[in-house]
């Protein structure tokens, strides 16, 4: 296993007028699993692509357990990729397509190949399909194959790309915690990327969040979602996603009054609090964040807000309330919280799950 070092990576194409990775730097530890996550065309596969050397960086530096990778052939580095679209070879069996790699990139016998499929096969529970052609198997045994071939190959570093995006929900589900019972078991370094924020949540000992080719945060995946750096991470995290009023700021007395710029909101912080957590308020125009979950239905709750309920969306054990404070202003609560659409309600939610976000440059200035 090994410790990756990203320095000042960049991707430019078309001779420069879009930069996909713009300057991304990056630690990973040895035996670390880093999710990297962010929207459509935020440079993720890009990244990865330039880790596997399928992609020749503009500029920048990578460092694989401690060599000097940037120029390296692909085929050179000890580095396996897992697709999306599986990528196996489909004339070639099961066993054919796991010992294929094997025989390329190692100087192991016949007969230690064969074991090491062996090995690999009955970890990964594909014993029974070794003799069979790809297009007999289905998607989530098809993944199991690409993972068995990726894991045979003992490389330094596994690269995995949207892994599990052509397979349906319960699937996906099990081929996740295959996949952290494998980095478990072998203590793998990983760079998975996903646009999915759950599974990067779920997956991840440390996520990585980018946008626009350039690195937005990393982090714990409860500190990220705790202590988002800026409105982009904080809305990109949770599901629902956070809550954004805008909101114009100024201090009155021992407090600071927050009042909405687009309807009736209003909520006080306490100027101990703001004082403890707030960097330096410069400006008053702010972006106040809360997450759905952290909103209750609380009739004369200290800073309670009244608004009205637009729609009651049943989810099972829970029910999201839209409520009528912004654009889409969404409260999680109990199923048992029976409201319905016209209802009046008083809701609340503590100062310290409040964010505030400077309008201008979206940083988290509490
Ligand atoms: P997705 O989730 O949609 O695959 P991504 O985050 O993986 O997106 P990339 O595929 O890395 O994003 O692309 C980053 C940016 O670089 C995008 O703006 C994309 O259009 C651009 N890009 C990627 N490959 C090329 C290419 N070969 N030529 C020109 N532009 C490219």
Known sequence: MARVTVDELRKEYDTGSVVAVNDLSLEIEDGEFVTVVGPSGCGKTTTLRMLAGLEEPTGGRIEIGGEDVTDVHAKNRDVAMVFQNYALYPHKTVFENMEFGLRMSTDLSEAEREARVAETAEMMDIEELLEDKPDELSGGQKQRVALGRAIVREPDLFLFDEPLSNLDAKLRTTMRAEIQRLQNELGITAVYVTHDQHEAMTMGDRIVIL????????????????????????????????????????????????????????????????????????????????????????????????????????????????????????????????????????IAFDESDVHLFDAETGRNVL
């Open 211 to 346: 946008d626009g080719g350039e690195l937005q945060q990393q982090g714990r995946p409860t500190d990220v979602y705790e202590r988002p750096v800026n409105g982009f991470v904080g809305g990109f995290i949770g599901s629902p996603s956070m809550n954004f009023v805008d909101v114009d700021v100024e201090p009155d007395g021992d407090r600071l009054h927050l009042t909405g710029r687009d309807g009736e909101f209003a909520y006080d912080l306490s100027g101990a609090y703001v004082d403890r957590h707030a960097d330096d308020l410069e400006s008053s125009r702010y972006t106040l964040g809360v997450r759905p979950e952290n909103v209750t239905v609380a009739d004369g709750a200290a800073n309670a807000i009244a608004t009205t309920v637009d729609v009651v969306e049943p989810v099972g054990s829970d029910n999201f309330l839209h409520l009528g404070l912004s654009d889409e202003f969404i409260a999680r609560v109990d199923s048992d919280v029976r409201l319905e659409p016209g209802d009046r309600v008083t």
